[in-house]
């Protein structure tokens, strides 16, 4: 492909891209995958093979930036960090070495600083592949903090133990799995209306220790994923203070309050922490991924990370003190901090922080439609997620109601109109909204809203 044939190509994405009027062409499998098909070729397709590759793929791929996207935390793609994704593939580099990506990693070495700044953190960390790798990461220097020069050495035989609230995002489970003290490590600790019971968790962590066990983190969650809640950060590290042990805050989907005067409160004691995780690719709008680690201790990055010093031959540079392969857990990389240089040069904290306000304000709207709605419960509202229940009908059993709202998602979802996700809350089973892209306004929660209640007649539900 020449490059007048790349820009052709380019061209033709941004045009086609723009949403239509439904949401997806439909979920089948075997229909997508024929539509697509073929995979592969043997002989050489051209560009007349890539065109038609990409218009099965934009057939067939869900508009996340419908305004009926309701499902996820993330949505349309900023069109600045689009740009960024772009130039990243461009210069095409990996983040391991100075000397291979030099502006990217002043770039990203800004844009830590600047988050950091926002939170009242130092300016340490690294980008990841995501809030489950950056919440990884915090267990990970928790237990180089607690176990000096176990990256190198291993557990030897202690029994660590990990605490986060039942309502954390399950990348928590992941993290226990993957460095090695098992999902069972892992104190789940109870909530009191979705805020972890800090009085149960001081509890749990003295117990731990009578029985032999070594606690070492602490996750508390700003914005939690069900019902965006955010956990008290300044007790949670009162606690963690008071026993000597990290408290990490998985901000993945609440972090974007930095960058709202008017809803920053929420993170209030988020400077306290030892590290968080922030994702700006969900409602600060970069493309997937752009999410960072943000850390307190500019030395517990690099003893945690001490395998790179294996890593010689990338890192035999004369400027190997810049290289942010050294504390990161992966060698190639992209340079995704570009995302959000970009959307932030574009938009400014303001530009952002009203997007974060949109988003709020969009929730509230709708929570405050179904707190007036006979057929509709509010079962929880708090940022930008919205649970919601159909109203119970006369001696209806939980399960009933239950299976009254699995079949409104999954109509909902089939007929292309909106997407939302159910997740159980309090042993029930609820609808959660979340407005996490600009597209999501006033009115398009309004159509959720006469959707869901046309579903319910539609389905005599
Ligand atoms: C609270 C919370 N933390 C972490 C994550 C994981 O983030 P990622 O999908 O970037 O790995 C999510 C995902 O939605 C989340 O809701």
Redesign the pocket.
């Known amino acids: 492909m020449d490059s007048e044939e790349l820009e052709q190509i380019i061209l033709k994405i941004i045009q086609d891209s723009r949403y239509h009027e439904s949401l997806h062409s439909g979920l089948d499998y075997e229909k997508i995958r024929t539509r697509l098909t073929p995979f592969t070729l043997d002989e050489p397709g051209g560009i007349d093979a890539i065109i038609r590759a990409i218009e099965g793929y934009l057939e067939t791929s869900v508009q996340t930036g419908h305004p009926g996207f309701l499902r996820a935390?993330w949505g349309a793609s900023e069109p600045a960090s689009i740009v960024a994704s772009l130039l990243t593939d461009i210069r095409n580099t990996t983040m391991h070495s100075f000397a291979v990506a030099p502006s990217a990693t002043i770039i990203e070495t800004e844009m830590i600083k600047a988050i950091s700044d926002l939170a009242g953190f130092p300016g340490h960390g690294i980008f990841t592949t995501?809030?489950?790798?950056s919440?990884e990461l915090g267990f990970l220097c928790a237990r180089e903090d607690v176990l000096p020069g176990s990256s190198k050495t291993g557990l030897n035989g202690q029994n660590l133990r990990a605490f986060a609230s039942s309502e954390a995002?399950y990348?928590v489970d992941a993290a226990a799995n993957m460095m090695g003290i098992g999902t069972d490590a892992l104190i789940r600790i109870p909530c009191i209306d979705g805020k972890i019971d800090v009085r149960a968790l001081d509890q749990a962590i003295i117990e731990e220790k009578e029985n032999g066990n070594l606690p070492f983190i602490v996750l508390s969650?700003a914005?939690?994923?069900v019902r965006g809640v955010f956990d008290n950060l300044d007790a949670v590290s009162e606690i963690a203070q008071k026993h000597g042990i990290w408290h990490h805050v998985?901000a993945?989907?609440g972090g974007a309050a930095l960058f709202s005067d008017k809803h920053i409160s929420l993170l209030k004691g988020i400077e306290k922490a030892d590290s968080f995780?922030f994702?700006a690719?969900?409602m600060i709008g970069s493309s997937m991924?752009c999410?960072a680690f943000l850390v307190q201790d500019e030395s517990i990055l690099p003893r945690t990370m001490s395998h790179t010093n294996q890593g010689d031959y990338l890192f035999d540079d004369p400027n190997k003190e810049l290289s942010l392969g050294r504390i990161s857990p992966q060698c190639g990389r992209r340079a995704d901090a570009l995302k959000l240089w970009l959307s932030w040069l574009e938009l400014g904290k303001k530009g952002l922080g009203e997007k974060v306000d949109s988003c709020i304000e969009a929730s509230k709207h709708l929570a405050d439609l179904v707190e007036k709605h006979p057929e509709l419960s509010l079962v929880s509202y708090s940022f930008s997620n919205v649970c919601i229940r159909f109203t119970p009908l006369p001696n209806e059993t939980i399960e009933q109601g239950d299976l009254r709202v699995r079949m409104a998602r999954n109509y909902l979802e089939d007929q292309g109109k909106c997407m939302v996700l159910d997740s159980v809350l309090d042993g029930q089973l609820v609808i959660r909204f979340t407005a996490s892209h600009p597209n999501v306004d006033k009115a398009a929660t309004e159509t959720f809203l006469s959707n869901l209640i046309d579903t319910k007649k539609n389905l005599s539900l």
């Open positions: 935390f995501g809030g489950s790798n919440n995002h990348s969650t914005g939690t994923t998985d993945a989907w995780a994702d690719h969900k991924v999410s």
